[in-house]
């Protein structure tokens, strides 16, 4: 037995020998051949879970998939998300969203409406807008109105000079799918120039509205409006507060912004 004594086992699934390293692994640390691994669509934990007969259904089912995507599934709606989109077959209630975590970006998940639970929309700070089925509308967390305020101790380098914040957007999808449980896509990147009031992340978030809307839409929920609940609104007016006192804005703006806050 040494290094180069590798014994190779053939996939389960096809019979083909498989990769001495980096192979995909299915339960008991069984590997796969690399043809079969690449046609695989699951979350990781399950992967690690899966049995030679489940995972001999799952290819079935991802050659059904592809099959539905050319004969079934006809979006007639589409939005943007960094590089990907979210497509949306109203008719059939379904969706999809190709992604590389999901596998073969010609063959991604079709989700149906019913499967989708909730989305969260998260920068590098936490949560920022979050929506469950069954909520009466999207919510929106105090990060969402302040964002760049966390970062007003990194807009400076050593010499004392203005950086550019660059704000990294997540998307995460909740679904209760056989395959997945999360999604996670990129949902771009936004430069923040700004000092209080950042216009580009608020553009940003205007831009991304059609997604959030269309995800709100399939679970039912109105995404006309939006809410925010009252500790939020205290943490909020809080944080206006602090630039106040710090002479940043003037009564009047905090004024105007705490009127605004509590409707
Ligand atoms: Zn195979």
Redesign the pocket.
Known sequence: MGLFSNKKKP?P????ATPRLFAVKIADEMP??S???KKISMAETKLAQLSVEELKEHLVWREENAKQLKEVFRPNFSADIAWTSLNIDEANQLFTLPIHECGDLKNPPIFKYEELNAYELHDKHGLIEFCNRGDATPQLTSAAHTPVILDSDRRRNSKGRQLDISRDFKLHLFLSNPYWDKVEANAGNVLASEYVFPEEYTAFLEKFSPVTFALAAMMGVDATTYVMDADTIAEEIKKFEELLDGGIITEEEFNAKKEQLLG
């Open positions: 996939c699934n096809c019979g083909k796969v051949c043809d079969c691994g």
